[in-house]
């Protein structure tokens, strides 16, 4: 099993930064992919971006490119998220998810989630 841990969420104006951290634990060997999936009041979840665990790769939804960093330390088992030039569109609650395959946009492809950190955008 693996569990997932998210911490950094919070208030924000826009045009301001946060920064998500994710924990793993467990059997992390399993991982191949850890992705940011997150869900706005009223709508379903939506992917924001994905590393992938071993080569680092990063993909990045059209809405959050160029504004949002993924990155991961694997030493100490973290993935992060680096959120500049937030907009109040970007309020949503923020979850780490980890995926036994490859990348996928799919939020229902992950097999392990944490419990979720809320991010709110003010205008």
């Known amino acids: 099993q693996v569990q997932l841990v998210e911490s950094g969420g919070g208030l924000v104006q826009a045009g301001g930064s946060l920064r998500l951290s994710c924990t793993v634990s467990g059997r992390t060997v399993s991982i191949y992919t850890m992705a940011w999936i997150r869900q706005a009041p009223g709508k379903e979840r939506e992917f924001a971006a994905a590393?992938?665990?071993?080569?680092?790769?990063?993909y990045y939804a059209d809405s959050v490119k160029g504004r949002f960093t993924v990155s991961r330390e694997n030493a100490k088992n973290t993935v992060y998220l680096q959120m500049n030039s937030l907009e109040p569109e970007d309020t949503a609650v923020y979850y780490c998810?980890?995926?036994?395959?490859?990348?996928?946009?799919?939020?229902?492809?992950?097999?392990?989630w944490g419990q979720g950190t809320q991010v709110t955008v003010s205008s």
């Open positions: 998810a980890a995926r036994r395959g490859s990348m996928s946009r799919a939020p229902h492809d992950y097999d392990y």
């Open positions: 590393i992938t665990w071993y080569s680092a790769s990063t």
